[in-house]
């Protein structure tokens, strides 16, 4: 079985851009989730989805960042406007539902 | 303030020696879980143990609830135990939502 799939592994982009991170989730997981890791302030959770519903969508994180799930093996991230901020690493989990979380290998974004 | 706290940020020892990771948390706790992370890669998770120890070959979690703290213990490092290890907080008791992350404890093993 694939595990968590998230393309592309590497983006840079220049400040304002739009970027769009992609996501597919294990096959047959309901949840899904968006989290951001840096070195300050380690995993912050973005977005939360469960069967394709959205139950958590980052607080703070909600002005710049919109994800998506248009279907059950498919996600998106978008970040508008990109600033340098929120360079880091963007990392895409899904779970069962049970305890496990099974995580993406991230896209690192740098914004200059 | 942070809800989940973890010790020391980082750590180097000898191949061979044993590690003790801590993690310690200012909320009540439903489920506790461990992971761990290589440079550059994903996380993967190592233990969800929200109370009592819990065995995997050569790493042990133990998990006591009313002292709202975590270990993991690493026996006999190798250098490829090298990464960073993060607990994370559960608020529910089933599912992985709404996990709180602690920053982590880089682990150094030299050979």
């Known amino acids: 079985d694939a595990g968590v799939t998230q393309t592309p592994r590497h983006e840079v982009a220049e400040k304002g851009q739009t970027i769009i991170l992609k996501c597919e989730p294990v096959?047959?997981?309901?949840?899904l989730f968006w989290y951001r890791q840096t070195k300050i302030q380690g995993l912050e959770l973005l977005s939360y989805f469960r069967s394709k519903s959205l139950m958590e969508d980052g607080g703070a994180f909600k002005d710049r960042f919109k994800a998506e799930m248009l279907n059950s093996s498919f996600s998106t991230l978008k970040i508008q406007p990109t600033e340098p901020k929120d360079s880091a690493v963007y990392l895409c989990?899904?779970?069962?539902?049970?305890?496990?979380?099974?995580f993406g290998a991230g896209t690192r974004l740098s914004v200059l | 303030g942070q809800q989940v706290q973890q010790s020391p940020a980082s750590l180097v020892l000898q191949e061979g020696e044993n590690a003790e990771l801590q993690c310690n948390f200012s909320t009540s706790l439903n489920s506790m879980q461990w992971f761990y992370q290589r440079p550059g890669g994903s996380l993967v998770s190592l233990f969800y143990n929200p109370s009592g120890t819990k065995h995997s070959g050569r790493l042990t979690s133990t998990t006591v609830i009313k002292e709202r703290r975590s270990s993991l213990h690493i026996s006999s490092s190798q250098t490829t135990d090298s990464g960073t290890y993060l607990c994370?907080?559960?608020?529910?008791?089933?599912?992985?939502?709404?996990?709180?992350f602690g920053k982590g404890t880089q682990l150094i093993i030299q050979p």
């Open positions: 989990a899904s779970s069962s539902g049970q305890n496990t979380l099974y």
């Open positions: 994370a907080l559960g608020l529910n008791t089933e599912g992985a939502d709404r996990l709180t």
């Open positions: 096959s047959g997981h309901n949840d």
